[in-house]
C-alpha cells in the first residue's frame, strides 16, 4: 500500500475480504521504464467452483492508483514467480505445478485489455522445459535480453524478447552450480547460488 498526500491509503492488491469471494495474493512485480508498477495476483482458492485458478495483472502509476487490469481463469497450476516488462509484452516466470520445480516462461501482450499469451519458451538444447527446466530468478536488460538462471543445466543463459536462446553465459566451468536468483546492476551480474554470491561483468 501506498499512503498519499492526503493520508488515504491505497490496496495494491485486492487480498479479499469478508464481501469478497476470490482472495488475490501479490506473488511478484515490476517497474517499467515509465516507473509505472506491474504487479501480478493469484489466487488457488475456489478451484471448483470457478474450474481453474484466477489471475489478475494490475498497472498502477506513481500514486499508487491502478490504471489498468485484466483477469483470466486457467486450468493449470500456473503459479508466477518472477515478471519484467519488455517492449515485445510481459514476461513471466511460473512454477508448472505443485507437485515439482519445474518452471515455464510465457510472454503476454500488455496491449490487450484480456488475456493474450503471444509466446512461450520451448527450452534449449532440444529438451522440453516442462520436463527438466528448473528456474529461480529470471531478469531483463535495457536491450529487451532476457538473463534465465538454469538450475539444472547449471548455468545462465540469454533469451531475445521472442523467448528464443541465444547463447550461454555462465555455467559449471564459471563455479555454477545451482544458480537462483539473478540481477543487473551496472555492467555486472549477480547471481545468487547456494551460499554464494557471483558477481559477473556483463560483456
Known sequence: MKLLTNRRLVRFADVGTENSI??????????????????????????????????RI???????????????????????????????GICVLYRIDNNSNLHGIDLIDATSKTYNKLLDFKGVYGSNPKQNFECEGICVDKAHNIFVSDVRHHSVYILDKHL????????????????????????????ADGNNIYIFHNT
Open 22 to 55: 476470490i482472495s488475490f495474493s501479490p506473488y511478484c512485480f515490476c517497474i517499467t521504464e515509465d516507473d509505472s508498477l506491474i504487479v501480478y495476483l493469484w489466487s488457488s482458492n475456489l478451484y471448483q467452483m470457478y474450474g481453474g485458478y484466477q489471475n
Open 58 to 88: 494490475m498497472w498502477m502509476n506513481t500514486d499508487g492508483i491502478m490504471t489498468k487490469s485484466f483477469y483470466f481463469n486457467d486450468k493449470t497450476w500456473n503459479q508466477p514467480c518472477s515478471i519484467q516488462n519488455l517492449e515485445s
Open 164 to 191: 528464443k536462446y541465444k547463447h550461454t553465459l555462465f555455467n559449471a566451468k564459471n563455479g555454477l552450480d545451482t544458480p537462483a536468483a539473478i540481477g543487473l546492476l551496472n555492467d555486472y551480474i549477480w547471481v
